[in-house]
C-alpha cells in the first residue's frame, strides 16, 4: 500500500508542485496514527496528549488546504471505527444509545455549532453551518473516547466544552484573519471557486464525468476496468446501506457497515474534488489516497465476514473483488510511474514564482516568499491579502 502510494501519480504530481495539497493527506494521515497511538497507550496523560495531537494535526490540514476537509466525514469514521476495535470499547453503540433522546440530539447539534459561529462571524454562511456542527460533534466523541476511555452524554459535553474553547481561541486570536475565513468558510468557499461558477457556460455533469475519467486515466492503469471496479462497489454500498436502513432492527455488523459507507465517502470526494480545474492532477491525491485506504480495509476484513449472513457475505465477497482489482490497477501504474520519474518534474515551479502579487502576504513575511525584492510594496499595496486583518481592510 504505501509503495503504490509513493509512486502514484498523485502523490507525484502533489510533491512536484510548491503547492500544500500532499502536506494537508499527510497531517490527516499523521492524525488517525496519533489518535490509534492515544488509544494504546496505558498512561492517561500520554494518552490525552496524543488525544489533543489528533485533533490538532486536523486543524493543520485545514489550515494547510482546507479542501483536506472534504476529507473530514471519512476521517471521523476512520477514527470510530479505530476506537470501535477496541477491546474495552465494545460496548460505546449501546451505551450511547440508551443516554441520547430528541432533545439532547438537538442541545449537542446546536452545541456543535456555537463554536464555529463565533469563529466565523461576521462571516456566516448557512451552507457551512451543518458542515462544521458535523465535524465539531465527531471530534468532540473522538475526544471524550481519547480523553476519557468513553462516551456518553455528560463526557460528550465536557469535550465539547474544551473543543469550543479551543477552537474560538485558535480562529480569534491565534490564526491571522485571512487563514480563518479560508477555514471557518469551509465548504461554501470551495463552491464559488468551481469551474462551473465561475464559467456557467460549462456544464457541470459533464464537467464532472470528464473530471472522473482523468482521474481514472491518471492514477490507474487500465483505467476503465478500474472504473467499472469502482462503479460496481459504490453501487453495491448503496444496495447495502439501504436494506440496512429498512431492516434497521437486523442491526448490520459495524465494520462492514462502516466498509460501505467508506466506499460511498470516496464516491463524494471524488465528485467534489473534480469541480475545479478538470485538466490536472493536483487534487486527486484528495480522492485517491482514501480510495486505497477503502480497498485495503475491504480486503483486511474479507476473511472475517465470510462467517456473517449472506447479505453481508455478498457484498464483503464483491467490495474484496473490486477492491482486488482496484489495487491492482493502482500498482500497475505505479510500477510504470517508477520507471519514468523525469515525467513529474515540474520545470515551471521556478523560485521566481514565489514572487508573484498571491503570496504579497504580511504573514509571509519569515517564509521563502519574504526574501522577494517587492515583497515590502507589494504587501504594503495588496491589503486585500494581508491575512492579519482580513480582506477589505
Not at 234 to 254: F, Q, S, V
Request: with cysteine.
Amino acid at each position: 500500500m504505501a509503495a503504490i502510494m509513493s509512486l502514484s501519480s498523485a502523490l507525484l504530481v502533489g510533491v512536484s508542485e510548491i503547492r500544500h495539497e500532499a502536506a494537508s493527506v499527510m497531517f490527516l494521515l499523521l492524525s488517525l496514527i496519533t489518535f490509534k497511538a492515544a488509544l494504546d497507550n496505558t498512561q492517561k496523560i500520554t494518552s490525552r496528549f496524543l488525544t489533543a495531537t489528533s485533533v490538532g494535526l486536523f486543524f493543520c490540514a485545514g489550515f494547510s488546504k482546507n479542501q483536506s476537509l472534504l476529507l473530514s466525514p471519512l476521517l471521523l469514521l476512520a477514527l470510530a471505527c479505530i476506537a470501535l476495535s477496541k477491546e474495552g470499547h465494545k460496548g460505546i453503540v449501546s451505551a450511547i444509545s440508551k443516554g441520547i433522546n430528541k432533545s439532547r440530539i438537538i442541545t449537542l447539534i446546536a452545541l456543535s455549532a456555537t463554536p464555529w459561529l463565533i469563529s466565523a462571524a461576521p462571516d456566516i454562511d448557512l451552507i457551512n453551518l451543518p458542515a462544521w456542527a458535523f465535524i465539531n460533534l465527531g471530534l468532540s466523541a473522538i475526544i471524550s473516547l481519547g480523553w476519557f476511555r468513553e462516551l456518553n452524554y455528560p463526557l460528550l459535553l465536557r469535550a465539547l466544552a474544551g473543543l469550543s474553547a479551543a477552537e474560538v481561541l485558535m480562529f480569534r486570536v491565534i490564526a491571522p484573519q485571512w487563514w480563518r475565513q479560508a477555514v471557518t468558510g469551509f465548504p461554501s468557499w470551495m463552491a464559488r471557486h468551481t469551474i462551473a461558477s465561475e464559467n456557467p457556460l460549462i456544464n457541470p455533469v459533464s464537467q464532472t464525468l470528464s473530471g472522473i475519467n482523468r482521474f481514472f486515466l491518471n492514477q490507474f492503469a487500465f483505467s476503465n476496468i478500474a472504473i467499472i471496479a469502482f462503479s460496481l462497489s459504490a453501487i453495491a454500498c448503496t444496495i447495502y446501506i439501504a436494506k440496512a436502513l429498512i431492516d434497521w432492527r437486523k442491526a448490520p455488523r459495524t465494520d462492514t457497515l462502516a466498509i460501505a459507507m467508506s466506499w460511498l465517502l470516496c464516491s463524494a470526494i471524488l465528485i467534489a474534488s473534480n469541480q475545479r480545474v478538470p485538466t490536472i492532477a493536483r487534487y486527486d491525491l484528495y480522492a485517491f489516497a482514501p480510495l486505497l485506504l477503502t480497498a485495503g480495509a475491504s480486503l483486511s476484513k474479507f476473511e472475517s465476514s465470510l462467517n456473517l449472513g449472506i447479505s453481508q457475505k455478498h457484498f464483503s465477497t464483491l467490495s474484496a473483488t473490486c477492491s482486488i482489482i482496484i489495487l491492482g490497477c493502482a500498482a500497475t501504474k505505479s510500477v510504470g510511474n517508477a520507471a519514468d520519474l523525469r515525467a513529474f518534474t515540474n520545470p515551471g515551479q521556478s523560485r521566481e514564482n514565489l514572487c508573484i502579487g498571491h503570496h504579497m502576504d504580511q504573514s509571509m513575511q519569515l517564509t521563502s516568499a519574504g526574501q522577494c525584492k517587492n515583497f515590502p510594496k507589494g504587501a504594503l499595496d495588496k491589503d486585500i491579502y494581508d491575512s492579519w486583518w482580513g480582506p477589505g481592510r
